[in-house]
């Protein structure tokens, strides 16, 4: 009998599938969490390769100064099961031996994590950190789940047809496809289009320093070439090497995670020759982890949708009185943000004109709550925390900074805001899942028309857009710009109707529910990836 879909590993650095399981940095890993679990629930033949983190990402909290730091503590995960499989990747020069473990825990298809951290090696804090070194560190790393993880694939005695690599971080996954393929006799031409027959790739952010790129000099030390010539790397990747332009030339077929993000990601990568055609699948969400049920069958039945909310909004009053010993008011339109603090997302933004903001948070008629980490090594989006911070002491009863922003605090703020804000520059936001969980909870979006919310924005029916969807090159101008555009909704549009027109906006409630639940839910996304990206023609 013909197989109906090809078998798939798919490769990412980071996997968020649990709260305690601190294996994620951010969107990226909440990303492939969720995909795991919906592959699990509508069946889906693949299997994730991932690293098992020691010590995961920073946990990020906020000294006395009201100042971020970092601080690090080593994770041990009873649950993980032992596959009694080890595999060798040679590291310059030694061998360092890959422990594999496997987690089915979270009503996710198996999740094969490889660890460093044994006896044995010398090497072992190769696992150590999420994103907490640069350069050799994190070659050896991506060699680890590359190259390690095709091993362990191998030694695990899995069929696989398709390889896709989630960021280009995996990249030398496909390296060692193609030593496979030159064990067999196969020339670089051969070998190269062998790999790219059965990759495909998934392309991330368009800001340009986030597609990471490695001296050449330095790949062939650390021996992340396996077996290529410098010449065969730039040939590949360019010089230096980059990992995404690396990716582009080993898959057959890749993809932006939304529309928009599908024509900026083709203008970014334009001038790469010979690389794969991109093409847009918008990322979703797996609702049972991320949007309350209740809500989705109120919205459905025609039932008290604003009760039902006010459930979730008081559990996240409660949520933030624990934390931070402030009491919002439920009364009053509480507006959630959280992103991880980077110039783009613009985090305070909605500060920069206090004259507008400050008599609506001393009125109350604005409360906001955020959080977001800074990458640990960010200056700049350590700056933006504290002054997040900074805000949330001026007015301590209307502002609010949750610190080390984890699934918990994603999933208490997409289910209990009234309001969800979104201000990136268009187009550097790729996709943006929060605002998918908001939406689906009945937390309507109000966001610049960036990522996935130009597919699903109907203003002032499901949600609200501000700045109508404008780029400049110029950041002042364009920040005055959609500054203005925020402030006039905020006040003309937003304001009225939560006060005012209480039902409407519960009518606006029900349909930002009933407009996303099924567009932005995961069985859509591994469909598309299934027929558009996985499909072997
Ligand atoms: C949903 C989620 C994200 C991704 O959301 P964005 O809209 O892309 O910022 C990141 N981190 C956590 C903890 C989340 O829950």
Known sequence: MAKKYPNVAYFCMEYGLDATMKTYAGGLGILAGDYLKGAKDHEFPLVGIGIKWKQ??????????GNPYDAYHNYDYDYLEDTGVKVTVKIRQRDVVCKVWKIEKFGNVPLYLLDTDIPENEDAWITGQLYGWFGEERIAQEMVLGIGGVRALRALGLDIDVYHFNEGHALFAGFELMKEEFDQGATFEEALNATRAKTVFTTHTPIIQGNESHHLDRLMYMGANNGLTLEQLVEIGGAPFNMTVGALRMSRKSNAVAELHGETANKMWAHVEGRSEIIPITNCIHKPTWVDENMIKVAEDGGDLWEAHMKNKRDLISFIHERNGVTLKENKLIIGFSRRAAPYKRSDFIFTDESIIGPLLESGKVQI???????????????????LVKMSKKYPEAVVFLENYDMTIGAALTRGSDLWLNNPRRPKEASGTSGMKAAMNGVLNFSTLDGWWPEACNHGVNGWQFGDGMEFEDEAVLDTHDLKALYDVLQNEVLPTYYDKHEKWVEMMRESILSTKEQFAVKRMLENYYEKLYAIE
């Open 56 to 65: 995961g990402y920073t946990d990020q909290r906020i000294d006395e100064n």
């Open 369 to 387: 709550v955020f959080s977001g980490k800074a990458h640990p090594l960010d200056d700049t989006g350590k700056g933006i925390v504290s002054s």
